[in-house]
C-alpha cells in the first residue's frame, strides 16, 4: 500500500526514513552508491544505528540554493504551478520510500547544483543526451515508482551559470530491480545475514560499528588474523616510506618556486597559498587504540 505522509519535523521525517530504504539510499543495494555501501545500510537498518552525516560546504549550497534554482528553472520554462513537495510517500509493503524537491499534481522536479568538474567527470554528455550519474537516475525512478507520476525532470544547474534540464519516464525494467533489490534487502534483514563488507570502502564504517573493546578480553589469534596482522605490518612500513618520499618532494618543490602561491605547468597546478593561524577547540571522541606490535625477533649473537 502507498501512503504518503506529511512529516511534522525533520525529526520526524528522520524516523520516517529509517523504517525504508529511500530513493538516496537504493544506490547502495546496487553497489554504485557513492555515500553507503550495501554493508552499511544494512546495519544502519538492521541495528537502528543513529547515523551522523555532516554535510560538506558543497552539498550545504546545494541544499541553501535549491530553491532559487527551482525558481529560476521554473520561469525559464513557464512552470506556474510547480511547489516545494513536503511529503513523505512510501511503500508499506515494500518499506520503500521517498521524499521529493519539488513538483506539481503530475510531475516531479529534482534539484541538482553540480560543479562543473563533478559534471565533466561524472555525468554522460553525448550531444544533446544527458545521463545524470547513476544513483541520481535510481533515485528518480524511485521516486516515479512511489509518486506513481509518469514524469520527472533533473534539473541541474552546472557550475553556477548553465542550466541542463533532463527529462525521465517511469523505466518498468530498473522499477522491477528497484523492487527485487529492496526485497531481497527486506529478506537479508529479517534472515540475519549482513552482505560481505568491502573492507576498503567500509573501513571507515567499521572502524565506527566496532568502536568498542571489552576491558581485559583476549582473543587468541587465529591463521587469518596472524596473516592479516602481517599484512597491516607491511602497509605501515609502505605508507611511512611513502610519506617520507612525500614530504622530501614537498621540501625540495618549496626550495625552487620559493614564495611562489601558485605553481603552474602543462601537468596541471601546485597550490602553495598561505591559511593564516587560527585559534581551535574541539571535543576528542573516544576511539579504539588499534595497534599491531611484533615480537622482536632474538639475536644469535
Known sequence: MIETIQPTD????????????????????????????????????????????????????????????????CEDQGWDHVRRMTEYIRDTELRAGASFD????????E???????????????????VEAPPHIELQVQQQLMLSGYKRATIGALIGGNRVVLIKREP??????????????????????????????RDSDFIGHLYSYAEP??????????????????????????????????????????????????PWGSISAGLIGPCHMEYERPGYRNFKVNFKKEKSNA
Open 216 to 265: 581485559g578480553s583476549v582473543f587468541n589469534a587465529d591463521t587469518r588474523v596472524s596473516r592479516l596482522a602481517a599484512l597491516y605490518k607491511d602497509a605501515s612500513q609502505e605508507e611511512k616510506a611513502a610519506k617520507l618520499k612525500k614530504e622530501a618532494a614537498k621540501a625540495e618543490i618549496l626550495t625552487i618556486i620559493g614564495n611562489a602561491e601558485k605553481v603552474v605547468g
Open 171 to 200: 523505466d518498468p525494467v530498473i522499477v522491477t530491480s528497484i523492487k527485487k533489490r529492496i526485497k531481497e534487502f527486506w529478506e537479508s534483514i529479517h534472515a540475519d545475514k549482513p552482505p560481505t563488507p568491502d573492507f576498503q
Open 102 to 109: 519539488f513538483g506539481d499534481e503530475s510531475s516531479i522536479l
Open 10 to 73: 525533520e525529526k520526524h521525517w528522520l524516523l520516517l526514513r529509517k523504517q525504508d530504504v529511500t530513493s538516496t539510499e537504493v544506490a547502495a543495494l546496487f553497489g554504485i552508491s557513492p555515500y553507503c555501501t550495501a554493508y552499511e545500510l544494512w546495519h544502519r537498518k538492521h541495528d537502528n544505528l543513529e547515523v551522523e552525516f555532516e554535510p560538506n560546504e558543497r552539498m550545504k549550497w546545494g541544499t541553501r540554493l535549491q530553491d532559487s534554482i527551482a525558481k529560476g528553472i
Open 111 to 129: 534539484i541538482k547544483n553540480v560543479d562543473s568538474l563533478a559534471f565533466r567527470d561524472g555525468w554522460v554528455v553525448e550531444g544533446d543526451n
